[in-house]
């Protein structure tokens, strides 16, 4: 089968970006990557202009594979699980897929206050900060999800459902920032964060983050 090409931004900053990247590499599925910098202001025309080469949805990440264009981290999800069934990036328990589902729905929608507040920025690591009600209540919903998913399906291994799957993918930009603002949380979330934050797929994401020199003005905290 022909590698799929996923087109990123940048990637100390892009979140979005760093599903899909999660749910490839930690899949095992071969595949290629261009990134295109966002530049400044964010949405800049530059940007666009280098991006409408390939979707004119005007914002990353996007997949190309086979001749189709996939657009919106969670359609690339959807589409990868489906070409790679034997990964299992959804899992294979039908209960445990509804819940994956479900969390990766609510995550794309939802906890708006620490996606706002706290935006991913990966060559950064602040002191705590005094965090906010609205915020408090994001952290506290993520982390009863975490912990149930863990609880019912986590018994094969450190991830939400056991193995890895598109769940760790889509929450993974959300542990990074956990742990770069310093937010506190259970011993258990920790746990679960140094598994996804330590596999191979992420460390090698933050590593060529690390190595970038883009400033991103609106994604730098103070
Ligand atoms: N809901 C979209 C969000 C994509 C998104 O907001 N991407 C950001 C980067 S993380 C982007 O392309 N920003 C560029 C811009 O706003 O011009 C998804 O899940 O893919």
Redesign the pocket.
């Known amino acids: 089968m022909a590698k799929p090409l996923l087109i990123i ?1 940048n990637k100390n900053y ?4 760093l599903r899909p990247y999660m749910a490839l590499a930690g899949a095992g599925i071969a595949f290629e990557e261009k990134l295109i910098p ?1 530049g400044q202001p ?2 800049n025309a530059e ?2 202009k280098k991006l409408r080469r390939y979707t004119k949805a ?4 996007v997949l190309q594979h086979d001749g189709l264009t996939v ?4 359609a690339i999800l959807e589409y990868l699980a489906e070409t790679w069934p034997r990964k299992n990036l959804w899992p294979t328990n039908k209960a445990a897929r509804a819940m994956a589902r479900s969390i990766c729905a609510e995550m ?1 929608s939802g906890f708006r206050h620490l996606r706002n507040g706290f935006p991913m920025n990966l060559r950064r690591h602040y002191k705590p900060l005094v965090l906010n009600d609205a915020v408090l209540q994001d952290v506290a919903r993520m982390e009863y999800i975490f912990a149930q998913a863990r609880k019912l399906y986590g018994q094969d291994g450190p991830f939400l459902f056991g193995e890895f799957s598109n769940a760790d993918a889509m929450f993974a930009p959300a542990l990074t920032r956990l742990e770069t603002f310093a937010i506190p949380v259970s011993k258990s979330t920790g746990k679960y964060i140094h598994a996804v934050l330590g596999t191979k797929a992420f460390q090698k994401w933050k590593a060529d983050a690390l190595k970038e020199t883009w400033i991103v003005a609106e994604d730098e905290v103070d």
């Open positions: 931004g892009s979140s979005w970006s966002f964010i949405g940007f666009l005007g914002l990353v990440p657009w919106d981290s969670l794309h």
